[in-house]
């Protein structure tokens, strides 16, 4: 079945640590985002990129960072995680401007 | 930047009554608007989107949104609620620029009542 695979599902992580957080599509969609999800203020934007090799700032980019070496990888890596990136986090991709977002299942991460 | 308004966390409504969410955005430019829903655990689905054209639009599972420009408004309605409606819903706008800079809603939860 045609998606996005996310890995890990679930992740605690001691502050100080560095994770990588996998997402892996397999529809050829130039466009990847990596979102997180906080009870009460919905989803927010960490990192997108419009097509491989190149990627941009969302909303809320500070502590993360992310590659994209080819269409069908989107890894965000957390270099210190902090308590407050506490979070589900949510790969998603898209065909483009005016294409809704195809979501992963998420990762459940919790810093403590 | 565009923003989104859902009015109410929480929506509760009894099996086979009127399903209503209300969503309110704001944007600069002509807007996308999409609502989404998520189950427990789960990543979110596309239900309906907007884009131009009729300002009715039909999604799936019998929910459906309209446009109204001039209360910057996008309402989900579904006739008749079903128990496994119950999930969380989330509307979104972006720009019609690009994806980028799409933004949810906080999310309504709707609980269906046997």
């Known amino acids: 079945i045609a998606g996005i695979t996310q890995a890990p599902t679930s992740q605690i992580l001691a502050a100080g640590r560095r994770m990588t957080l996998r997402c892996t599509q397999d529809?050829?969609?130039?466009?990847m985002y990596w979102y997180r999800q906080d009870l009460g203020l919905g989803l927010r934007l960490i990192h997108y990129?419009?097509?491989?090799?190149?990627?941009g700032k969302g909303e809320v980019p500070d502590g993360y960072s992310v590659s994209r070496a080819n269409t069908d990888d989107f890894p965000l890596t957390l270099a210190s995680a902090v308590p407050s990136q506490t979070s589900v986090y949510f790969c998603a991709s898209s065909e483009g401007t005016g294409s809704p977002l195809h979501f992963g299942n998420g990762t459940r991460l919790t810093v403590t | 930047a565009q923003s989104v308004t859902q009015l109410g966390s929480h929506v509760s409504v009894s099996e086979g009554a009127l399903v209503l969410l209300r969503c309110n955005y704001s944007s600069s430019v002509p807007p996308y608007l999409f609502w989404y829903v998520q189950y427990p655990n789960q990543g979110l689905q596309l239900l309906l989107k907007?884009?131009?054209?009729?300002?009715l639009v039909k999604g799936i599972n019998g929910f459906e949104a309209e446009f109204k420009k001039s209360e910057t408004s996008f309402h989900l309605t579904k006739p008749s609620a079903h128990m496994s409606d119950a999930a969380e819903y989330f509307c979104?706008?972006?720009?019609?620029?690009?994806?980028?800079?799409?933004?949810f809603g906080a999310g309504t939860r709707l609980t269906v009542k046997p």
């Open positions: 990129s419009n097509t491989a090799g190149t990627t």
């Open positions: 907007y884009t131009t054209g009729a300002t």
């Open positions: 529809m050829r969609h130039n466009a």
């Open positions: 979104a706008v972006s720009a019609r620029a690009n994806n980028n800079d799409m933004r």
